[in-house]
């Protein structure tokens, strides 16, 4: 029988940004992003730079976002040219740091006007840093991630419910396959699984004493 709940967690508008975990390109270890940058809990890698935007009421949308990534990454460019005026937008690859250089074709070094990140979370990195999501497990073939525990939470309420609710909210744009009835059971036991850990690297992050895990069986579906 399949476990069906009912929604309790908060509505979710976008993946969170910060107080997320990611991979360390240093160790594999988890890093945690938070506003003032991101720190890996393994070994002495770091990253700064970024800033994370907000979700826009009038658009509907989150913007804002102010990427600086820790890997090579796709970006939108666009140029000027001093000399002739000509303006061109070109999508590079650029690794954190570079400096990239166009010439335009009347042989006049162009001037960079703008750089946006291409950086998608729907591909499992996260939007400030671009960095894999540390949270994640096979499912039904396919890669499950979440990034913290408030994502889990909410996916776990999403995907479990008796019934969804209308509106814009994250989990209305989730890939089909995590939605699909028939795949619903796989998909809460690695939610249930993504969960745990996520709370656990919490908790090492927290002084005091560790709070008490759930009880597996209420993170699954009933056999």
């Known amino acids: 029988m399949r476990a069906m709940t009912d929604m309790t967690a908060v509505p979710l508008r976008a993946v969170p940004r910060l107080d997320t975990w990611v991979v360390c390109p240093a160790c594999s270890g988890p890093a945690h992003v938070v506003a003032r940058g991101v720190f890996c809990t393994r070994c002495t890698w770091s990253a700064h730079g970024a800033e994370s935007g907000c979700f826009c009421g009038c658009c509907q949308r989150w913007v804002g976002d102010r990427p600086s990534p820790a890997r090579p990454a796709q970006a939108r460019t666009t140029w000027r040219c001093p000399a002739c005026g000509r303006r061109r937008a070109v999508v590079l690859h650029l690794s ?47 890669t499950l991630w979440v990034a913290n525990s408030e994502h889990a939470e909410y996916l776990l309420g999403f995907v479990g419910a008796r019934l969804r609710p209308s509106g814009r909210e994250l989990g209305h744009r ?50």
């Open 174 to 223: 989730l890939p089909a396959w995590i939605l699909s009835r028939k795949h619903r059971d796989a998909v809460l036991r690695v939610l249930g699984r993504l969960l745990r850990e996520a709370r656990s690297l919490e908790d090492s992050r927290r002084p005091g004493p560790r709070r008490a895990e759930p009880a597996a069986e209420a993170l699954s579906p009933r056999a």
């Open 96 to 142: 954190p740091g570079s400096r990239p250089a166009r010439r335009c074709p009347c042989g006049t070094p162009m001037i960079m006007t703008g750089r946006m990140s291409l950086l998608r979370t729907s591909d499992g990195v996260d939007a400030l840093y671009g960095l894999p999501f540390y949270l994640s497990a096979p499912c039904t073939g396919r």
